[in-house]
C-alpha cells in the first residue's frame, strides 16, 4: 500500500495534472515530487497535511479542485476517512467551523 513518492509513482495523478494543462502538469510533477521526495516526513503525513491546507484555502470543489487528489493520495498512502475526518474537526479550531463543514461535505461526496 502507498507509494515511496506519492507524486512521481502515481502516474494516474500525473495524468490528471496534465490533463489540466500539460505544462501544468509536468510542472506540478517536477516540484511537487520533489518535495514529496524529501525524506524526513513520511508520505501519510505529508497528504494529510494537503489536506489541512485545502481546508484553509478552501480547495475542495471546482475544477482542478486539489481536495479530491489529496484525500485519495491520503487514502493510498494508508491514511483511514476516520483519521481524515478527525484532521476535519481539528481543522475546526485553526481554520474555522463554516471551512471544514464544506470540507466534510465534499469528503462524503468522495468517499460516499
Given at each position: 500500500?502507498?507509494?515511496?513518492n506519492a ?41 494529510l497535511?494537503?489536506i ?38 481539528f ?22
Amino acid at each position: 500500500m502507498g507509494h515511496k513518492n506519492a507524486v512521481l509513482d502515481d502516474i494516474n495523478l500525473q495524468n490528471a495534472l496534465k490533463d489540466i494543462n500539460p505544462k501544468f502538469g509536468d510542472f506540478c510533477t517536477r516540484v511537487a515530487g520533489e518535495a514529496w521526495g524529501l525524506p524526513l516526513i513520511d508520505q501519510k503525513t505529508k497528504a494529510l497535511i494537503t489536506i489541512a491546507v485545502d481546508v484553509v484555502n478552501q480547495d475542495q470543489v471546482g475544477p482542478g479542485s486539489p481536495f479530491a487528489a489529496h484525500v485519495n493520495m491520503a487514502i493510498q498512502q494508508g491514511a483511514t476517512r476516520e483519521e481524515i475526518e478527525e484532521l476535519l474537526l481539528f481543522m475546526c479550531v485553526y481554520a474555522g467551523f463554516n471551512k471544514a463543514a464544506g470540507c466534510f461535505g465534499t469528503l462524503n461526496e468522495i468517499l460516499g
